[in-house]
DNA sequence: TCAAAAGTGTTAGATTTACACCCATGA
DNA sequence: TCATGGGTGTAAATCTAACACTTTTGA
């Protein structure tokens, strides 16, 4: 086993996942009091370790399907956090990762559980080790992904209005937009179709529901990269 | 030591060195032969091993240093490549870091000294295990950077003329630009100095030599994020 | 005197922003 | 009938892209 390298020493390697989700017009995280030594009662992301069989992302994988019961999720690493004295206990090094979810997707029960809740990311305590460092880092870029790439229709439902897109975008950018111009540029997106439902939860009037269309993404020659 | 994670097993831990330089109007990264096993022999990028005194990043820079006998060069993270068998000795999960260095300050001695040379970053060899996967993934991140701040000037002398610095997003993007447009654009950037010396290697005429002015550029509100 | 690189402005087109009113409905 | 959220177009301003000629000088 140690053939090769064996005057170097070893680590463990862990992942952290900062879960995105979009409810009540806001953007939100999933975090909970951490349920083990060291930093038992703390605020923190959620986590696990990678073992030797799996690659790192199949770790965050894992761990996020542990959490929410959910595979194929939308995720992608953030970077790795190295600092030495980062965790209390030991020399942990962890890659984090963002998800973004479908909060109506996520069973309730399965936060109590894991002794989670959503909190706002406006309003994130102080977490355990550096894992605000992470929260920051992982919101700055998910921010410019989705400034660039539809990504943000895995937080919504697979119907949604264009009010609620609208509200998602402002809560990601922390700011407002013009109504009449983001529905223009949605209305320049093939990709996000409008459907012949009618969502009348949100208003007298009712909304026309729109969905997105994966096939007509790949196919959108601006999106050939 | 391992009181509180002993049921998890851990890895070794590398860093592996993206270069980039930037010469004869090309940009170029650092990949020598690969000196030990496993892979001896194959083209690779240089890296080391994260040791238990150290972070990550300080690991990228001290390698760095050993590397180019300099300091504080303009590192960033690419992200952790952990692949379980992406090394074929041992399980090794390797981060990777790009810099950016102005080749002059890279005194030849030390190319022969570690079996390296520059490589155009358009003819690439195979290289060793998943290194080609982090070099195209630190130009992506590099090219976004360069787009957004101006750290070309990383890669230039100290004073250079502007049709160097253009010669360089050229090479960085891999398109022209047009040298008017371009000019006009510098022109706006408050902390890119014109001095009043004139550079006559490259024409007869002469060109005014430019230097990036730090400080100016700090106190730019276009830049305060 | 001429080859080679440096330097310089203007205009058309495209993109972005600002802005206000009518519609449909359930309470 | 009215309060609430849904839906729609135009014009000004800004930004981007295209484009060609003069200058300087050493060989």
């Known amino acids: 086993m140690t053939q090769f390298y064996s005057e170097h020493s070893k680590v463990w390697l862990s992942v952290d996942c900062i879960i995105f989700g979009f409810d009540d017009g806001k953007l939100k995280i999933l975090i909970g009091k951490r349920q083990m030594d060291p930093g038992r009662g703390e605020w923190s992301l959620y986590g696990g370790f990678v073992s030797s069989d799996e690659s790192v992302d199949e770790a965050a994988s894992r761990t996020l399907y542990e959490l ?17 004295d980062r965790d209390p206990g030991e020399r942990v090094v962890s890659i984090a990762y963002y998800a973004l979810i479908n909060v109506n997707d996520y069973e309730d029960n399965l936060l109590k559980e894991h002794g989670l809740q959503w909190v706002n990311i406006e309003e994130i305590p102080q977490l355990y080790s550096d894992h605000n460092e992470m929260v920051k880092k992982a919101r700055k870029m998910m921010q410019q992904k ?35 111009n983001f529905r223009k540029r949605i209305k320049e997106m093939d990709y996000i179709e409008k459907t ?21 993404y790949n196919e959108d020659p601006n999106f050939k990269i």
Chains 1, 2 share one sequence.
């Open 196 to 216: 012949e439902l009618i969502d009348k939860t949100s208003s007298k009037r009712g909304a026309y529901l729109y969905r997105f269309n994966k096939r007509a």
């Open 68 to 84: 929410t019961g959910l595979r194929n999720l939308y995720m992608r690493q953030v970077g790795a956090f190295g600092k030495v």
């Open 146 to 180: 989705l400034a660039h790439e539809p990504v943000g229709f895995r937080l919504l439902p697979a119907l949604f209005t264009l009010t609620q897109l609208q509200r998602l975008y402002e809560a990601v950018n922390g700011a407002e937009l013009d109504k009449r």
